[in-house]
């Protein structure tokens, strides 16, 4: 059972790895906390890690500290590695050696892992240190040896990852098990109720909490070309290690559109429920946009996105620029095209059918359901 247990967290941000894999692992943890779990989260001190973040949320947090390591600083092409290996800061077993120690004092009763550098490998060496295992995968891309397996995607099915995972391992797999906060859900029929009269005043861009690829800025740039109504407005969100923030501050002074930027804003739901369309990245916000119906300009800033990305635009929900470079030239029609109301109509009537936002109770009903 959850209630009571202790749990624990594997996982990383960085600049390079994002902040999307700590943000939904927060969201499981306080509804774990909420039903009297102790949680505890393990990470590695990469630049842009978010232990502070963590901390200021009232969770007890374990340092890991970057390894010097001969790991490439580009993608592993090793069968015997996973190919986000270079992630990790260090080797997957430096990494559970470095667990160990952490988890040994702790004795969870579940431990929990989101990271694309790991796999049974760092999974096998642990199980003597938590009788049951959560993995939160997005790639179905390599092996597991877990009681659990959650890939909150579309596009997979359990089938892809039946050779990846034990046979007594249940598999969630599906935006219906997408890990929202509750205020998604809660404010779900606000949002789909002012959509039936659809039209473009409000614009929400959103391109994750590093952006390193600078997408909001260039967005800006190409939304300068774009015929808004004039009495549009622009709501820009960021996050405080945002390399490129500087920059989009100074560019949104100079949008003939009012133009606010947001830092580590506490409020996204409403923000997005306010929005009549958002431009944003791909990735795990993808099913917020969903429960909320909101019709979305979707980017593809990574490798990893392209599939899922793919998957929502044949679903009818989104506009789609699959390489950031894209954006100067696809912006322009993109907008036009959701300056059709029918065309607004038809992607939050597609999007909503996606996504309900109680996929956390979902998974801590599965959680409950495995005795160890």
Same mark, same amino acid.
């Given at each position: 059972?959850?209630?009571?247990?202790? #749990? !624990?967290?594997? #996982? @990383?941000?960085? /600049?390079?790895?994002?902040?999307?894999?700590?943000?939904?692992?927060?969201?499981?943890?306080?509804?774990? *906390?909420?039903?009297? %779990?102790?949680?505890?989260?393990?990470?590695?001190?990469?630049?842009?890690?978010?232990?502070?973040?963590?901390?200021?949320?009232?969770?007890?947090?374990?340092?890991?500290?970057?390894?010097?390591?001969?790991?490439?600083?580009?993608?592993?092409?090793?069968? @015997?590695?996973? $190919?986000?290996?270079?992630?990790?800061?260090?080797?997957?077993?430096?990494?559970?050696?470095?667990?160990?120690?952490?988890?040994?004092?702790?004795?969870?009763?579940?431990?929990?892992?989101?990271?694309?550098?790991?796999?049974?490998?760092?999974?096998?060496?642990?199980?003597?240190?938590?009788?049951?295992?959560?993995?939160?995968?997005?790639?179905?891309?390599?092996?597991?040896?877990?009681?659990?397996?959650?890939?909150?995607?579309?596009?997979?099915?359990?089938?892809?990852? $039946?050779?990846? +995972?034990?046979?007594?391992?249940?598999?969630?797999?599906?935006?219906?098990?997408?890990?929202?906060?509750?205020?998604?859900?809660?404010? *779900?029929?606000?949002?789909?109720?002012? *959509?039936?009269?659809?039209?473009?005043?409000?614009?929400? #861009?959103?391109?994750?909490? +590093?952006?390193? !690829?600078?997408?909001?800025?260039?967005?800006?740039?190409?939304?300068?070309?774009?015929?808004?109504?004039?009495?549009?407005?622009?709501?820009?969100?960021?996050?405080?290690? %945002?390399?490129? /923030?500087?920059?989009?501050?100074?560019?949104?002074?100079?949008?003939?559109?009012?133009?606010?930027?947001?830092?580590?804003?506490?409020?996204?739901?409403? *923000?997005?429920?306010?929005?009549?369309?958002?431009?944003?990245? %791909?990735?795990?916000?993808?099913?917020?946009?969903?429960?909320?119906? #909101?019709?979305?300009?979707?980017? +593809?800033?990574?490798?990893?996105?392209?599939?899922?990305?793919?998957?929502?635009?044949?679903?009818?929900?989104?506009?789609?620029?699959?390489?950031?470079?894209?954006?100067?030239?696809?912006?322009?029609?993109?907008?036009?095209?959701?300056?059709?109301?029918? $065309?607004?109509?038809?992607?939050?009537?597609?999007?909503?059918?996606?996504?309900?936002?109680?996929?956390?109770?979902?998974?801590?009903?599965?959680?409950?359901?495995?005795?160890?």
């Amino acid at each position: 059972m959850v209630i009571n247990a202790t #749990v !624990a967290f594997r #996982v @990383d941000a960085s /600049l390079q790895i994002g902040s999307g894999h700590v943000m939904r692992c927060l969201t499981l943890a306080d509804a774990l *906390r909420f039903e009297g %779990a102790e949680c505890h989260f393990i990470c590695r001190e990469h630049p842009g890690h978010l232990l502070d973040l963590i901390y200021s949320k009232g969770f007890n947090i374990h340092r890991l500290n970057k390894i010097d390591s001969t790991a490439s600083s580009g993608p592993v092409t090793q069968s @015997d590695e996973p $190919t986000h290996a270079h992630w990790l800061g260090g080797t997957q077993l430096e990494d559970a050696e470095a667990c160990k120690n952490i988890l040994e004092d702790l004795k969870p009763d579940w431990l929990v892992v989101d990271h694309y550098a790991l796999d049974r490998q760092w999974e096998t060496s642990l199980q003597a240190f938590a009788p049951r295992l959560l993995v939160i995968d997005d790639l179905a891309d390599r092996k597991h040896v877990c009681d659990l397996l959650l890939d909150q995607n579309l596009g997979h099915t359990e089938q892809d990852y $039946t050779t990846l +995972v034990p046979k007594s391992c249940r598999s969630m797999v599906g935006p219906q098990y997408a890990l929202l906060r509750p205020e998604f859900a809660r404010l *779900r029929k606000q949002s789909l109720e002012r *959509r039936g009269s659809p039209k473009l005043q409000h614009i929400l #861009v959103t391109m994750g909490g +590093v952006d390193q !690829a600078n997408a909001t800025g260039l967005t800006l740039q190409a939304l300068k070309t774009c015929p808004l109504p004039a009495s549009c407005r622009i709501s820009v969100v960021m996050g405080l290690n %945002a390399p490129n /923030l500087t920059e989009v501050v100074g560019a949104a002074t100079n949008m003939p559109w009012p133009t606010e930027v947001l830092v580590n804003i506490t409020d996204m739901g409403e *923000r997005m429920a306010s929005a009549d369309i958002v431009i944003g990245a %791909a990735g795990s916000t993808s099913w917020e946009r969903c429960c909320l119906g #909101v019709p979305t300009i979707m980017v +593809v800033l990574a490798e990893n996105q392209k599939s899922g990305a793919e998957a929502l635009l044949s679903s009818g929900c989104v506009e789609l620029i699959e390489e950031v470079q894209d954006i100067p030239m696809q912006m322009p029609a993109s907008i036009h095209a959701l300056s059709n109301e029918n $065309t607004l109509l038809k992607l939050s009537k597609n999007a909503r059918r996606i996504c309900d936002g109680l996929g956390v109770q979902k998974v801590l009903k599965q959680m409950s359901n495995i005795n160890g």
